[in-house]
């Protein structure tokens, strides 16, 4: 199996900053795209970035310029860097990665993280 473990959210004022990482662990050959997705009380789960294996980036219009994510191939994890933060950005956020595993041929597995909570205060 595979596992994604998300470092732990919290609570930052407005303007503030936060880092989230993300660690892959467990029966993993490659990983494709990486990313996070979050979800407000009462609204869908929605994109905030992603990351290929090359290093090439997406980010939601409502982040770009405040967020930023990275990632360390050698270590299976990812980095999102959350700087402006504003009351609207806060969410539970969940880590997201695209794996393939050893023995299952060209296969790419979904996977997700538990969540972890991002609050902003005004």
């Known amino acids: 199996q595979v596992q994604l473990v998300e470092s732990e959210g919290g609570l930052v004022q407005a303007g503030g900053s936060l880092r989230l990482s993300c660690a892959a662990s467990g029966s993993i050959f490659s990983i494709n795209d990486m990313g996070w997705y979050r979800q407000a009380p009462g609204k869908q789960r929605e994109l905030v970035a992603t990351?290929?294996?090359?290093?090439?980036?997406n980010y939601a219009d409502s982040i770009k310029g405040r967020f930023t994510i990275s990632r360390d191939n050698a270590k299976n994890t990812n980095y999102l860097q959350m700087n402006s933060l504003k009351p609207e950005d806060t969410a539970v956020y969940y880590c997201?990665?695209?794996?393939?595993?050893?023995?299952?041929?060209?296969?790419?597995?979904?996977?997700w993280g538990q969540g972890t909570q991002v609050t902003v205060s005004s």
């Open positions: 990351i290929t294996r090359g290093g090439s980036t």
């Open positions: 997201n990665a695209i794996v393939s595993r050893p023995d299952h041929g060209e296969v790419w597995y979904n996977y």
